[in-house]
């Protein structure tokens, strides 16, 4: 089509259009009704934009005049080096920020205080990836997530709570900056005026990295779930066709991270005059708006096509009594949940047959918890062994953080255990 693109540019076509946004699809899914397709979709998608933004980095650093074997396990080691180092960084300030609050006294005892370093932490890790020229936006990912194991159960019920509204909060916002941005570039005359010579052009582009798209996210979900199956011996462990084209749905849409990397890639200072770069912009456009609008709007009625709701599970969770202490329990629990030991201690009990009768009808939470407060796999069950003897008493987390005395949250919790255990 004569764009006067060169290689680096269409391997960061290839990088741009990899990162998915599979919020539409989230929203519908029910994770207490299809567990491992929801963790399935869930875990690609906080992974997969990270994992994007690494390799075009990579791709940005790397010289591709001179295209060889040893050119490409260059670009391999640069895309790894990104990977573990923006990864360990994220990891260090998450463990850092958890040993702060749990050992110095100037982080305690105080709800502003507790949010503050919070949040100026993870914000740290932000920005010493960025002067280290690494993936910010993976550091602050892992940084995130060894913040919510260590770090979030060191402060008091009161810094939880704010903490938890407080991030909701801006991640709403944010969201609503983003594609209220990708509205109003949408709009803009300048790259349009680019290419208003040659529009069947630019229609043929879109049209083509669509249709790219769906094969491309077909040739990989499919024969990887084909793999995955293999190694799966119970039939509900598979995942079935269905859940296979819901997956390869998923990741259809594309959104803010293929907006970014477009510009960061084909634009300079947020304009371009160049023809192939113009053309570039205004495709990704028409791609993110089209896959956003179009496929997010046929996601619900999809979903539920393949996979229709139980009636029967919807009013055993609509049912299911609520308790203060399930807004501030994060996903995944331990042996040393008083609560969680209620349903283990529950779950014993109903297999048998005499000891059945007295807790049968304690309530069971009905969520991923249930699925993963016991390891399963060899590497879980190690890694738990590891964090509860050496981890956890140095930087803290659920279990290993000292009882405050008279927290209102926690007397509430207590009393509604002695109420269902009646």
Not at 57 to 74: E, G, P, R, V
Not at 191 to 204: A, F, G, L
Not at 345 to 361: F, L, M
Request: hydrophobic share 45%; charged share 15%.
């Amino acid at each position: 089509m004569n764009l006067g693109l060169a290689i680096g540019d269409y391997l960061a076509i290839g990088a741009i259009f990899a990162a998915t946004d599979s919020v539409c699809t989230l929203q519908v899914l029910n994770q207490d009704e299809t567990p491992l397709l929801y963790s399935l979709v869930f875990g690609e998608g906080v992974v997969n934009d990270a994992t994007s933004v690494v390799l075009f980095n990579a791709i940005q650093n790397f010289d591709l005049s001179h295209i060889s074997t040893s050119a490409a396990l260059q670009l391999v080691g640069n895309f790894l080096y990104l990977f573990i180092t923006s990864t360990v960084l994220g990891v260090v300030v998450g463990l850092l920020s958890a040993y702060i609050i749990k050992k110095l006294y100037f982080g305690r005892h105080s709800t502003d205080r507790e949010v503050a370093i919070t949040m100026l932490m993870a914000y740290l890790s932000y920005m010493l990836a960025e002067l280290c020229n690494l993936s910010a936006i993976l550091t602050v990912f892992f940084c995130g997530i060894v913040m919510s194991h260590y770090t979030w159960h060191n402060v008091t019920e009161s810094s939880r709570v704010t903490t938890k509204h407080t991030f909701a909060t801006l991640s709403f916002v944010a969201e609503i900056f983003i594609f209220l941005y990708v509205g109003m570039d949408a709009l803009d005359i300048e790259k349009w005026r680019v290419i208003s010579d040659s529009p069947k052009t630019s229609v043929s582009v879109s049209s083509i990295l669509l249709g790219l798209i769906l094969v491309g996210r077909a040739a990989f979900v499919f024969p990887l779930s084909f793999l995955s199956n293999l190694t799966r011996k119970s039939p509900f462990e598979k995942i079935g066709f269905k859940q296979q084209v819901t997956i390869w749905w998923a990741g259809l849409m594309r959104g803010a991270v293929s907006m970014a990397l477009a510009y960061n890639q084909f634009t300079k200072s947020g304009h371009t005059q160049r023809y192939g770069n113009a053309i570039m912009i205004t495709s990704t456009i028409s791609v993110v708006l089209f896959s956003t609008v179009v496929f997010g709007l046929m996601t619900k009625p999809l979903v539920r096509l393949l996979l229709p709701s139980s009636k029967r599970l919807s009013r055993m969770i609509s049912s299911e009594p609520v308790t203060p202490k399930s807004f501030i329990v994060p996903l995944l629990g331990n042996e040393h949940d008083p609560e969680l030991d209620m349903d283990e201690q529950n779950i014993v009990d109903s297999q048998n047959s005499e000891a059945n009768q007295g807790d049968r009808n304690l309530p069971r939470p009905s969520s991923l918890r249930m699925l993963l407060r016991k390891p399963t796999h060899t590497v879980h069950y190690y890694w738990r062994k590891f964090d509860d003897c050496f981890m956890r008493p140095v930087f803290g987390g659920r279990g290993f953080v000292p009882f405050v005395p008279g927290s209102p949250t926690e007397q509430t919790v207590q009393q509604w255990q002695e109420e269902s255990k009646r």
